[in-house]
């Protein structure tokens, strides 16, 4: 197996291949690919619609699952902003945050949080969303002040990430375009008190991952998870069958096999307009080599941040678009980095039209 191929096959299994079976709810997409980063939130819904059934898909379906709680939004993994699932997010932060809560709470001491400080701030915001409530951060950061505890500088956010963290808090019902959050044991209550096993979630969250993103390595998954290579190893071996290696250029990769739509690919040529942390391209440690073989420039963008968002050729980069505000409403740009034949354009204007089309729903 090559490069391109393993790129191929990337598209198909994260469904995003316009041949490859589709899923039918936004949640559903989240829970194929485990977790999705949702670093930038309007784009970010770009990253669910691609993957949806269906004519005419809209950000309107993404942010229902969002506004009811289908779909919660939390700082997890990495950790970053990523969508996530009610029934996951538990099992997962639980698996995951001990790699990376250290961190959190270093930041604290630099801060000057103590842990008196932060319990106060978690009895202000605890108190603040009681009953339903679902407050902006701004407003948390007002109710912990009124508890006496300071928020200037990064002190709230940090407090507010520790609060995520201790699956208190998760996102909550947007007002307007801005995030709110809730109560996590109100958005999502836990329906079982069954104890945690971590066994049992270091497999499953390797096989949602090998499922959803594969062929990918080791490497790739403990960039992804901030798993060791230990648990990484152990997690695959505890797979078993359902995970599958093929080795690529003399480097091992694991997958589950191809199920989407018997293994078709997208006609020639195919475009994708992916926003920059889209799962493509940010679910790997080393996501330039499969996806950029042309070597046609480097793989993050322009070093600024509109022009993040890369622009994909039949799974290969081919330059990067950002959404501006045209005369007759939102309008996509393009920076190519070579010209296109007759037969690419027109694939890009397709391509172009179904993003805006989604934006528009």
Same mark, same amino acid.
């Given at each position: 197996?090559?490069?391109?191929?393993?790129?191929?096959?990337?598209?198909?299994?994260?469904?995003?291949?316009?041949?490859?079976?589709?899923?039918?709810?936004?949640?559903?997409?989240?829970?194929?690919?485990?977790?999705?980063?949702?670093?930038?939130?309007?784009?970010?819904?770009?990253?669910?619609?691609?993957?949806?059934?269906?004519?005419?898909?809209?950000?309107?379906?993404?942010?229902?699952?969002?506004?009811?709680?289908?779909?919660?939004?939390?700082?997890?993994?990495?950790?970053?902003?990523?969508?996530?699932?009610?029934?996951?997010?538990?099992?997962?932060?639980?698996?995951?945050?001990?790699? #990376?809560?250290?961190?959190? @709470?270093?930041?604290? &001491?630099?801060? %000057? +949080? !103590?842990? /008196?400080?932060? *319990?106060?701030?978690?009895?202000?915001?605890?108190?603040?969303?009681?009953?339903?409530?679902?407050?902006?951060?701004?407003?948390?950061?007002?109710?912990?002040?009124?508890?006496?505890?300071?928020?200037?500088?990064?002190?709230?956010?940090?407090?507010?990430?520790?609060?995520?963290?201790?699956?208190?808090?998760?996102?909550?019902?947007?007002?307007?375009?801005?995030?709110?959050?809730?109560?996590?044991?109100?958005?999502?209550?836990?329906?079982?008190?069954?104890?945690?096993?971590?066994?049992?979630?270091?497999?499953?969250?390797?096989?949602?991952?090998?499922?959803?993103?594969?062929?990918?390595?080791?490497?790739?998954?403990? #960039?992804?998870?901030?798993? @060791?290579?230990?648990? &990484?190893?152990? %997690? +695959? !071996?505890? /797979?078993?069958? *359902?995970?599958?290696?093929?080795?690529?250029?003399?480097?091992?990769?694991?997958?589950?096999?191809?199920?989407?739509?018997?293994?078709?690919?997208?006609?020639?040529?195919?475009?994708?307009?992916?926003?920059?942390?889209?799962?493509?391209?940010?679910?790997?440690?080393?996501?330039?080599?499969?996806?950029?073989?042309?070597?046609?420039?480097?793989?993050?963008?322009?070093?600024?941040?509109?022009?993040?968002?890369?622009?994909?050729?039949?799974?290969?980069?081919?330059?990067?678009?950002?959404?501006?505000?045209?005369?007759?409403?939102?309008?996509?740009?393009?920076?190519?980095?070579?010209?296109?034949?007759?037969?690419?354009?027109?694939?890009?204007?397709?391509?172009?039209?179904?993003?805006?089309?989604?934006?528009?729903?």
């Amino acid at each position: 197996m090559k490069l391109a191929e393993i790129a191929r096959l990337r598209l198909r299994v994260q469904r995003l291949a316009l041949a490859a079976e589709k899923l039918a709810k936004p949640e559903g997409v989240v829970g194929w690919l485990g977790a999705v980063q949702s670093q930038e939130y309007q784009l970010a819904r770009w990253s669910l619609g691609q993957r949806l059934a269906g004519p005419g898909v809209a950000a309107s379906a993404v942010e229902r699952a969002v506004a009811s709680g289908r779909i919660l939004r939390t700082h997890i993994l990495r950790p970053t902003w990523h969508f996530v699932l009610p029934r996951d997010i538990r099992w997962m932060m639980r698996l995951t945050a001990p790699r #990376w809560a250290p961190v959190v @709470t270093r930041r604290h &001491t630099q801060l %000057g +949080i !103590g842990p /008196a400080d932060y *319990a106060r701030a978690l009895d202000s915001v605890t108190a603040a969303l009681a009953g339903g409530n679902h407050l902006t951060r701004p407003e948390l950061g007002a109710a912990i002040v009124r508890g006496g505890v300071a928020v200037d500088g990064q002190r709230l956010a940090f407090m507010v990430m520790a609060a995520e963290t201790s699956l208190v808090v998760a996102s909550g019902k947007p007002k307007g375009n801005v995030q709110t959050y809730a109560l996590l044991d109100e958005r999502a209550p836990e329906k079982t008190a069954a104890a945690f096993d971590r066994d049992d979630a270091l497999r499953e969250l390797v096989l949602r991952y090998f499922t959803g993103h594969g062929p990918a390595t080791v490497a790739d998954f403990t #960039w992804w998870s901030t798993l @060791t290579v230990a648990d &990484t190893r152990r %997690g +695959i !071996g505890a /797979a078993g069958a *359902a995970l599958e290696k093929v080795t690529v250029e003399g480097t091992d990769h694991w997958w589950a096999g191809d199920s989407t739509a018997g293994g078709a690919d997208d006609r020639s040529p195919t475009f994708h307009l992916l926003q920059g942390f889209d799962e493509y391209v940010v679910g790997y440690r080393s996501p330039r080599h499969p996806i950029n073989l042309n070597r046609l420039g480097p793989h993050t963008a322009l070093n600024t941040p509109s022009w993040l968002n890369g622009l994909f050729l039949d799974g290969q980069l081919i330059g990067w678009w950002r959404r501006v505000a045209g005369k007759s409403g939102p309008a996509v740009e393009t920076s190519l980095l070579r010209e296109l034949t007759t037969r690419e354009q027109s694939a890009l204007n397709k391509a172009v039209g179904r993003q805006l089309e989604f934006v528009a729903g």
